[in-house]
């Protein structure tokens, strides 16, 4: 660890975000920039509640002034309304991320969280000691798309710094480095991508220093460290940031538009429009079965929806490739990593596209799964990756007994867009969310057969 460096805590920029809310943003910003959402947080480990001490640090973390150190200003006193895309920030992201359109940094750069408008933040007492939380944050898609990631980080540090002491700092950053080698000298290519659930913002700077330090002493494996998922952590440590698109997309469209079967459709379509063909062009097949997204995107795409002037001599437009073509490759967030592994080389044999594309696993992974689904993914024709989130940044044992402290599993999920309810359909239906009777309809409509897959336990899917 950099003794110099002060002991962090809370949201440090408005870059203190995963990548995929921004390159979200941007699309939105083109395409949906008047459309009305509200998104909704869910506990989905209920006995692991917070004490009303560490949701009054949270609501002042949100909401009152704190002093917060920052990689550009030092320490200042900030409100999360005050945070934003300093110059040297926004020149960052026009050479790291060059296809993030410069009318979308320009927004960004004169964004502004305004929470007291947007975010609401009750605390509900289920015993004399701990409670429930009603997160609710509504306001316009582009408005409020940024809140999520810092939102759900902020309780994961309240209910360890208030509620669950019993651990340490210490071996952290080690640990870290430990994992970093073993991936690296496995050959894996992977990014940490950690920090929706991290323990809190200390334990990701640790964490990273470890990885960084593993890249640094494995040059010569065969694995590599491509980067991390939090634009922040990207730009104070010289990393690759690392993302594209998350389920969000595909369900505000599908609620805004009030049809789940041409959701897909539209979402691809406009990415690509959006970026281009082959820019950030891996696709997030489960958010209603990647069944039916295969369904799609074996579909051919219009050329004039992407350069706007490719017609025939009759004034038709013609067809281009299809979306599996366009796209490099896939993620795999949800049911069982093997058997999608299958799923795809059939699909991609039935398109009779090369091998070589791409897959991202980001679902429950730790060392062992990853060199398993490495092996496997490279047999059937693939290049593996893999998006390894709260294996590394909330992997903490007890101080007391020495098991396993385990982290909290929390989400904060789009729950409509236009007055219409957005639900998810995953490839595990432990992982469905939304309001029940809308997601029956989206069930009907889709054709959706659910599958439950065991290693999806919530409380032992990081082991």
């Not at 390159?23 to 008047?34: E, G, I, R």
């Not at 590599?224 to 993302?243: C, E, H, M, R, W």
């Not at 079965?289 to 025939?312: C, H, M, N, Q, Y």
Request: hydrophobic share 35%.
């Amino acid at each position: 660890m950099d003794s110099s460096r002060p002991i962090s805590e809370g949201v440090l920029s408005v870059l203190d975000t995963d990548l995929y809310k921004l390159t979200m943003q941007c699309a939105v910003l083109q395409f949906f920039p008047k459309t009305d959402v509200t998104y909704k947080f869910t506990n989905r480990t209920p006995d692991m509640r917070l004490s009303h001490e560490a949701f009054l640090w949270v609501q002042s973390q949100v909401r009152s002034r704190r002093s917060k150190p920052s990689g550009e200003y030092g320490l200042m006193d900030v409100e999360l309304k005050d945070l934003f895309l300093s110059s040297e920030e926004h020149d960052w992201l026009k050479t790291k991320c060059p296809y993030l359109k410069p009318d979308y940094l320009e927004f960004l750069h004169h964004f502004r969280f305004n929470p007291s408008q947007h975010v609401t933040l009750e605390y509900v007492a289920v015993s004399e000691t701990h409670g429930d939380i009603n997160l609710l944050v509504k306001g316009l898609w582009v408005d409020t798309i940024l809140y999520e990631i810092p939102l759900l980080a902020l309780v994961s540090e309240a209910y360890f710094k208030f509620c669950d002491r019993d651990w340490s700092y210490e071996g952290q950053e080690k640990n870290a480095y430990e994992k970093g080698v073993k991936l690296l000298k496995g050959g894996c290519v992977f990014s940490e991508f950690g920090t929706r659930r991290r323990r809190d913002t200390e334990t990701q700077h640790r964490v990273i220093q470890g990885l960084k330090r593993a890249a640094q002493d494995c040059q010569d494996c065969s694995g590599k460290l491509t980067g991390t998922s939090n634009v922040y952590f990207a730009k104070q440590y010289d990393l690759q940031p690392i993302g594209t698109m998350a389920h969000e997309w595909f369900m505000g469209i599908a609620a805004s538009e009030n049809d789940y079967e041409d959701a897909t459709r539209t979402g691809l379509r406009n990415w690509t429009k959006c970026f281009g063909k082959g820019v950030l062009a891996v696709a997030l097949t489960d958010t209603f079965g990647t069944p039916a997204f295969l369904r799609v995107f074996k579909e051919s795409i219009s050329e004039d929806l992407i350069d706007g002037d490719a017609f025939d001599t009759d004034g038709a437009a013609q067809k281009g490739p299809t979306y599996a073509e366009v796209f490099t490759g896939v993620r795999q967030d949800s049911g069982d990593p093997l058997e999608y592994v299958e799923t795809m080389r059939k699909f991609y044999e039935s398109m009779n596209l090369p091998n070589g594309r791409t897959i991202v696993f980001s679902d429950s992974l730790n060392v062992d799964r990853c060199i398993e689904y490495k092996t496997n993914a490279e047999q059937a024709g693939f290049k593996p990756t893999f998006g390894i989130g709260t294996f590394l940044t909330n992997d903490f044992k007890s101080l007391r007994s020495g098991s396993k402290s385990v982290p909290l599993n929390i989400v904060i999920k789009l729950s409509s867009a236009e007055g219409h309810p957005a639900v998810k359909l995953s490839d595990d239906v432990g992982k469905n969310m939304g309001d029940q009777e809308e997601v029956e309809k989206a069930k009907k409509q889709l054709g959706y057969i659910g599958k439950h897959w065991e290693g999806g336990n919530e409380k032992s899917r990081w082991d």
